[in-house]
């Protein structure tokens, strides 16, 4: 089974623009989750999708958006960037939110230049 | 009270040794926790977890001890390997949620 997928990989933007980023969870995972991880502040929740709805959402400015489609994928879209955004942002799934284990991908490494 | 606490920041072990890593939660609401291992360039895979209606749980080299009334937990890790050498975090959730909760995280170096 094919595990979390993120793209980019890798994405360097100039503060100001707008960037977003795809992951696909796993297949049958309904529960799509991102996070931040930079060294400063670790590993910080955004927010949480389930059936296409934002279940939870983090101590971040309103820059910092998502979605999920009915296939489960989903996006996070973070306009206006600022230097302080450059960090790995995690995808991760899981089955049924908080009763099964959660999956994360490899990341999008975003640095804002 | 949202924080979980981890100690220490970085551990070196010998090959063959204990590894214990330490994490403290306020929250009681708090109902699981999980513990990532992460590799430089990859997202944290889990490693093993626990809810607090047990004491203890084991797989394998790995080890959770949980302590519901000083609201701790620990992870060891047994006969620790080279290929151990990563950083670990343990974090906590709330029930029917996938929002966790990380600790600062533990860079573990076993050396042969």
Known sequence: ?113 | QQQVKQSPQSLIVQKGGISIINCAYENTAFDYFPWYQQFPGKGPALLIAIRPDVSEKKEGRFTISFNKSAKQFSLHIMDSQPGDSATYFCAASVHNTDKLIFGTGTRLQVFP
């Not at chain 1, 995972?29 to 060294?39: E, L, N």
């Not at chain 1, 059936?51 to 998502?66: A, D, L, V, Y």
């Not at chain 1, 995808?91 to 994360?104: E, I, M, Q, V, Y």
């Open chain 1, 1 to 113: 089974k094919a595990g979390v997928t993120q793209t980019p990989r890798y994405l360097i933007k100039t503060r100001g623009q707008q960037v977003t980023l795809s992951c696909s969870p796993i297949s049958g995972h309904r529960s799509v989750s991102w996070y931040q991880q930079t060294p400063g502040q670790g590993l910080q929740f955004l927010f949480e999708y389930f059936s296409e709805t934002q279940r939870n959402k983090g101590n971040f400015p309103g820059r910092f958006s998502g979605r999920q489609f009915s296939n489960s994928r989903s996006e996070m879209n973070v306009s206006t960037l600022e230097l302080g955004d450059s960090a790995l942002y995690l995808c991760a799934s899981s089955t049924d939110r908080g009763n099964s284990p959660l999956h994360f991908g490899n990341g999008t490494r975003l640095t804002v230049t």
